[in-house]
Structure formats: structure tokens, C-alpha cells
């Protein structure tokens, strides 16, 4: 299934065979939850407007109450770290604030960390991330080959 930004479906109704009546970002709300949740794969997708975003599983699992992320890259490793902060700091320089921020989402605009680590995609790129207990971070092996999803109408 294709990411879809829960935030850019129009407030609109619809009814269901019994009667309630869902606004499209709840029915797609429940989509999500149903086709991400019940797979439970943690992913990562690197986006072509230089974002980062974790999927559902991600952010229930690991990413409840974070309102920022910073980053480290281990060059002799080709790995990204990413480390969810609990509260952001305007003023620091290495702390990437977390936007859209919701129960099915965790977008951070980070094109200076692309530009660093040498990510130049015109497509989204999903990793498949691995959650450091001990050290309560986020993994990703930029050797590992990525899913790449290709949209009709763009990225």
C-alpha cells in the first residue's frame, strides 16, 4: 500500500451500510490501521520531498510521545540512527521537529540529512528499520536494498 498523508484527505461524510456516518480521514484512518497494523512490519520511507517518515507500527510501537528526531550517520557502517527525543529544542542545530505529528504519523523534513549521507531519490524508498532496545533508537542499514514505491500521478 502507498503512504498516503492522513492530513491531505478533504473533511468530507460518508455513510456505511449501518448507518454511521465516517469523514474520509477517518475511513482512511481505519484503513491504514488495517493494512499496516495487522502486517506489523516496522518500515521507514525515505521521500522524494527529502522527508523521513516511519509507518504505523513504528510509531505505535517506539514512537508514542516524541516530538522530534536527531540523527547519526555511522559512515564505516552505511547506517542511520535515528534518536526520537521526547521534547525538541528550538535551538539546537541537530534536532529535526517532528510535523503532522498524530496516532498514524511522524513526518521530519530533513533535507540536510539526505545531502549528508550522499540520499538523492526520486522516489520513495522504504527501509525496514531496526529498533535498538538498549539504546531506544532507530537503525537503518543503507546497504539493505530498499523497497522503492513508484506512484501514477507523483511521489
Same mark, same amino acid.
Given at each position: 500500500m502507498s503512504e498516503t498523508s492522513v492530513e491531505s484527505v478533504e473533511e468530507s461524510s460518508t455513510g456505511n451500510e449501518s448507518g454511521e456516518t465516517k469523514s474520509k480521514k477517518e475511513l482512511l484512518k481505519q484503513k491504514l490501521s488495517a493494512d499496516t497494523v495487522d502486517e506489523g512490519i516496522m518500515r521507514?520511507? #525515505?521521500?522524494s520531498n527529502n522527508s523521513i517518515a516511519p509507518n504505523l507500527p513504528l510509531v505505535e510501537r517506539h514512537?508514542?510521545?516524541?516530538?522530534? #528526531? %536527531? #540523527?547519526?550517520y555511522l559512515q564505516d557502517e552505511n547506517t542511520l540512527v535515528i534518536i526520537p527525543l521526547e521534547e525538541y529544542d528550538e535551538n539546537a542545530t541537530d534536532e529535526y521537529p517532528i510535523r503532522g505529528a498524530d496516532e498514524t504519523s511522524a513526518t521530519? %523534513?530533513?533535507q540536510s540529512i539526505f545531502h549528508k549521507i550522499g540520499i538523492d531519490i526520486e522516489t520513495t524508498h522504504r527501509y525496514y528499520p531496526e529498533w535498538d532496545d538498549k539504546m531506544g533508537t532507530i537503525k537503518i542499514d543503507l546497504d539493505e536494498e530498499p523497497e522503492v514505491v513508484r506512484r501514477n500521478s507523483q511521489d
Open positions: 521507514v520511507s #525515505f521521500r514512537l508514542q510521545d516524541v516530538e522530534a #528526531f %536527531s #540523527f547519526i521530519v %523534513s530533513c
